[in-house]
């Protein structure tokens, strides 16, 4: 840009002194063919600077336009890209409340599921020990003497009454501590836990493991006790309940639900690598569950890659 304006200052100043030279006047005697060639050269000299001058203005008029559009294009990308930005953080907070409530649904429906195969594996043996129970009503206790026994029989043990120190008074049944029933424990638990009521929610989940500690809904009932800590935002409490899950019940239908929630109350905790770490090992366990989905959304929304060698 610099040598062009300096080359057209040199011409104009070249053409400047031709258009002085043409100009002044000379005897008659003095115009020789050399002089009136100097003009006629001064002049085409003239001519090319005119040419330059309107070539220059015209092409730095079109550059200059280029720049201008280059820059307003630059201005219209820019707001396009941060539109999108803030589009795409919409939809990821949307879709991460979206499968919050998706989780939760899913859960109930699991319990429910899970409930229908805990029934129907315990009505064989709840109708074996309604049997049993009235077999034990309906016979006569070890201590009462027989009708029609012979003169003079001795009591059974336990003194004259008739009364045994294991079935206590004629007639009576013996006394325990009945477990309550498994299915409606734990469904009640469910309702409670749906219903924000989480201290009697607890109380019956505490039950099912105190009185049934190895049954399937066992491990379910633990990780229900973790919900509980998670919504009332006790995540240290949460991730040592889901760890139970993990440690006891590793073949639970709730493992997978575990570990993606140990996962996200470990980012509550800002506890982001070993938040992540339980995300991508989900992944790897568990490749084809909603919860190992969830958790790829979860990664692909914090921007990280998901990989499939974290260990636990």
Same mark, same amino acid.
């Given at each position: 840009?610099?040598?062009?304006?300096?080359?057209?200052?040199?011409?104009?100043?070249?053409?400047?002194?031709?258009?002085?030279?043409?100009?002044?006047?000379?005897?008659?005697?003095?115009?020789?063919?050399?002089?009136?060639?100097?003009?006629?050269?001064?002049?085409?000299l003239l001519d090319m600077v005119q040419r330059l001058q309107s070539t220059l203005d015209g092409r730095f008029g079109v550059l200059q336009h280029l720049?201008?559009?280059?820059?307003?294009?630059?201005?219209?990308?820019?707001?396009?890209?941060?539109?999108?930005?803030?589009?795409?953080?919409?939809?990821?907070?949307?879709?991460?409340?979206?499968?919050?409530?998706?989780?939760?649904?899913?859960?109930?429906?699991?319990?429910?599921?899970?409930?229908?195969?805990? @029934?129907?594996?315990? =009505? $064989?043996?709840?109708?074996?020990?309604? /049997?049993?129970? %009235?077999?034990? #009503?309906?016979?006569?206790?070890?201590?009462?003497?027989?009708?029609?026994?012979?003169?003079?029989?001795?009591?059974a043990e336990g003194g004259p009454s008739g009364a045994n120190p294991t079935t206590g008074p004629q007639g009576a049944a013996p006394t325990a501590n009945?477990?309550?029933?498994?299915?409606?424990?734990?469904?009640?638990?469910?309702?409670?836990?749906?219903?924000?009521?989480?201290?009697?929610?607890?109380?019956?989940?505490?039950?099912?493991? @105190?009185?049934?500690? =190895? $049954?399937?809904?066992?491990?379910?009932? /633990?990780?229900? %006790?973790?919900? #509980?800590?998670?919504?009332?935002?006790?995540?240290?409490?949460?991730?040592?309940?889901?760890?139970?899950v993990l440690e006891g019940f590793p073949g639970s239908a709730k493992a997978p639900a575990a570990q993606l929630r140990k996962g996200l109350a470990l980012?509550?905790?800002?506890?982001?690598?070993?938040?992540?770490?339980?995300?991508?090992?989900?992944?790897?366990?568990?490749?084809?569950?909603?919860?190992?989905?969830?958790?790829?959304?979860?990664?692909?929304?914090?921007?990280?890659?998901?990989?499939?060698?974290?260990?636990?």
């Amino acid at each position: 840009m610099l040598k062009t304006r300096t080359l057209r200052n040199r011409l104009l100043t070249a053409a400047v002194f031709a258009m002085v030279l043409a100009s002044t006047p000379m005897p008659a005697h003095a115009a020789s063919k050399e002089i009136i060639e100097l003009q006629t050269q001064v002049q085409q000299l003239l001519d090319m600077v005119q040419r330059l001058q309107s070539t220059l203005d015209g092409r730095f008029g079109v550059l200059q336009h280029l720049v201008e559009q280059t820059a307003d294009n630059a201005n219209q990308m820019t707001a396009t890209v941060n539109a999108l930005q803030q589009k795409i953080n919409a939809q990821s907070e949307a879709n991460n409340g979206k499968l919050d409530s998706m989780s939760g649904q899913v859960q109930s429906l699991n319990d429910s599921v899970d409930e229908l195969k805990s @029934r129907i594996a315990k =009505l $064989d043996k709840t109708v074996q020990d309604l /049997q049993t129970q %009235l077999q034990n #009503i309906q016979t006569p206790p070890a201590g009462t003497q027989p009708a029609g026994a012979a003169p003079g029989a001795t009591p059974a043990e336990g003194g004259p009454s008739g009364a045994n120190p294991t079935t206590g008074p004629q007639g009576a049944a013996p006394t325990a501590n009945v477990a309550p029933p498994l299915a409606e424990t734990f469904q009640g638990g469910v309702r409670d836990y749906n219903a924000a009521h989480y201290d009697i929610a607890a109380g019956e989940f505490q039950d099912v493991m @105190r009185y049934y500690p =190895l $049954d399937e809904l066992a491990g379910s009932a /633990q990780f229900y %006790l973790g919900e #509980i800590d998670y919504r009332q935002s006790n995540y240290a409490d949460a991730v040592k309940a889901y760890n139970a899950v993990l440690e006891g019940f590793p073949g639970s239908a709730k493992a997978p639900a575990a570990q993606l929630r140990k996962g996200l109350a470990l980012l509550e905790l800002k506890k982001k690598d070993a938040g992540i770490n339980e995300l991508r090992l989900l992944i790897k366990r568990h490749p084809q569950t909603p919860e190992a989905a969830q958790a790829r959304t979860k990664l692909n929304a914090m921007g990280v890659r998901i990989a499939t060698t974290a260990s636990r």
